[in-house]
């Protein structure tokens, strides 16, 4: 059985979201497809056809967080330490052709999102550096070919 790692504030995001799911939206919907009904003829009523479409939505997505939550393996990476890179961790890496720095948190799949910074711990780009510690290099397979990269930095918490 797979499990999901996932930090802490992931977990709460995760938490949150089926909180409105079942609260808010999930009503929201019935209410929609009760009204949809009351305007007669369902084959044509396009407003019933959209909400019945939503609440399936809804319905798989509810599914799909509570089986997250159940097989999730939640990690405190305030309570972590160390020198090398492992689910959690900070790192700021140099590619070693353009000088550029970027610096990334290691995260769950759920989590993950480039434009904060957080990668997935299933990306490529994470799993080249897992287990690397600082001056390690490591390379990653791009679209362009092979690009470098040095480990500068890696921090916990």
Known sequence: ????????????????????LKSVERPE?????????????????AEYHAAKEKQGFIEGRIQEIESKM??????????????SVKFGATVTIVNEDTDEESTYQIVGEDEANVKLGKISNTS??????????????????????????????????
Request: glycine share 12%; proline share 4%.
């Open 1 to 20: 059985m797979q499990k999901y790692p996932m930090t802490v504030g992931g977990h709460k995001a995760l938490e949150d979201e089926l909180k409105q």
């Open 124 to 157: 490529p780009i994470s799993r080249g550096m897992m287990g690397k510690e600082v001056g390690d290099v490591f390379e990653v397979m791009a679209p362009g070919g092979a690009k470098g990269y040095e480990i500068l930095k890696v921090v916990f918490g």
């Open 29 to 45: 919907i019935i209410q929609a497809i009760a009204v949809a009904r009351e305007h007669g003829d369902l084959k044509e009523n």
């Open 70 to 83: 159940a097989l999730s393996q939640i990690i405190d990476v305030t309570k972590m330490s160390g020198d």
